[in-house]
């Protein structure tokens, strides 16, 4: 059990272009969900936790009203990069976690962007 | 700022051999400290959560040690095998929130 999908795995899209990229926990109900984003030889960086029915809490440095997150259900959680620029192209992972007790994360697959 | 070290960043072995792995993070304000595999296109998965100091968890051949008053972890693995090539992620948690803070990872590349 515990598997989160993300989609889509890779985009390509032109600068000045919305992309939503979607995370679902297939066979559990995550309370919380988070947004990674690494870029090329560094680690994974969290950009904000997601609470489902509740506003996203961002991490210092991360434009709100660049990446938009909606958590609307216990089973999903996206991210809208919004008018993204060649300077957003990155490798988006999320994960999720059941509980607060349950500290596990389960990781979806990521997802490549590339912006033009 | 709060970081999170990972050594070595890869390491070559053959098979058969035992390797070990070092994850350094902040000895204030643990919570928990995570370990990850992650083979190239395919989720990471999770291996161990570790929230005791002197804590030891193993899991087939893979085995990792906690210290949170020096603040480190060891990952162990015995006997790599082909299969065992991957990047190893260590990740640290300072409260319930859950939010982690990783390390770059040590890429394992088992030779047959």
């Known amino acids: 059990g515990a598997v989160v999908s993300q989609h889509p795995s890779r985009v390509i899209c032109k600068s000045g272009t919305s992309v939503k990229i979607e995370c679902r926990s297939l066979d559990f109900q995550a309370t919380t969900m988070f947004w990674y984003r690494q870029f090329p030889k560094q680690s994974l960086m969290l950009m904000a936790t997601s609470n489902e029915g509740s506003k996203a809490t961002y991490e210092q440095g991360v434009e709100k009203d660049k990446f938009l997150i909606n958590h609307a259900s216990l089973t999903l959680s996206t991210l809208t990069v919004t008018s993204a620029h060649p300077e957003d192209s990155s490798f988006y992972i999320c994960s999720a976690r059941r509980t607060v007790e349950q500290e596990t994360q389960y990781f979806g697959p990521g997802t490549r962007l590339l912006v033009l | ?112």
């Open chain 2, 1 to 112: 700022i709060l970081n999170v070290e990972q050594s070595p960043q890869s390491l070559h072995v053959q098979e058969g051999d035992s390797t070990n792995f070092t994850c350094s993070f902040p000895s204030s304000n643990f919570y928990a400290l995570h370990w990850y595999r992650w083979e190239t296109a395919k989720s990471p998965e999770a291996l161990f959560v570790m929230t005791l100091n002197g804590d030891e968890k193993k899991k087939g051949r893979i085995s990792a040690t906690l210290n949170t008053k020096e603040g480190y972890s060891y990952l162990y693995i015995k006997g790599s095998q082909p299969e065992d090539s991957a990047t190893y992620l260590c990740a640290f948690g300072s409260g319930n929130t859950g939010k982690l803070i990783f390390g770059q990872g040590t890429t394992l590349q088992v030779k047959p």
